[in-house]
C-alpha cells in the first residue's frame, strides 16, 4: 500500500514562499508520476502541477505557472512544490497524488490512484 503524507503548509503573506513535500512510502516513488492538487473552500478540486515519473516532464496550470516549481527527489521518495509570489486565491488544501499508469503525468484527478491527506496553505493579504 503507497502512502502519501504531505507537509509544509501554513499562513504566510502574499507575496511569501512555501516548500510543500510530499512523502511517499511503500513503494518507490520513480513509479510514478506525481501530481499536486488544491480545493478551496466551496469550490472542486482543481489541477496545480505534475511531474511524469518518465524524464521528469512538468505541467503547470496557468494560474501558477512562473509561480510554483514543482520536483522530485526520487533517492529520498519525495515531492516538492516550491511556491514563491503567493496570492490570496492561492489559499486552498494542497494535496499530492500518485499516478502509476501515466508515464508523462495526468491532469486528471480520476488518473491519480493514491492520495495524501492534505496541507492547508493560507495566503493572507
Known amino acids: 500500500q503507497v502512502q502519501l503524507v504531505e507537509s509544509g503548509g501554513g499562513l504566510v503573506q502574499a507575496g511569501g514562499s512555501l516548500r510543500l513535500s510530499c512523502a511517499v512510502s511503500?513503494?518507490?516513488?520513480?513509479?510514478?508520476?506525481m501530481g499536486w492538487f488544491r480545493q478551496a473552500p466551496g469550490k472542486e478540486r482543481e489541477f496545480v502541477a505534475l511531474?511524469?515519473?518518465?524524464?521528469?516532464?512538468?505541467y503547470y496550470t496557468d494560474s501558477v505557472k512562473g509561480r510554483f516549481t514543482i520536483s522530485r527527489d526520487n533517492a529520498k521518495n519525495t515531492v516538492y512544490l516550491q511556491m514563491n509570489s503567493l496570492k490570496p486565491e492561492d489559499t486552498a488544501v494542497y494535496y499530492c497524488?500518485?499516478?502509476?499508469?501515466?508515464?508523462?503525468?495526468?491532469?486528471?484527478?480520476?488518473?491519480?490512484?493514491?492520495w495524501g491527506q492534505g496541507t492547508q496553505v493560507t495566503v493572507s493579504s
Open positions: 511503500g513503494r518507490t516513488l520513480s513509479r510514478y508520476s
Open positions: 511531474i511524469g515519473r518518465s524524464v521528469g516532464r512538468t
Open positions: 497524488a500518485a499516478d502509476g499508469d501515466s508515464p508523462l503525468g495526468t491532469m486528471a484527478p480520476r488518473s491519480y490512484e493514491y
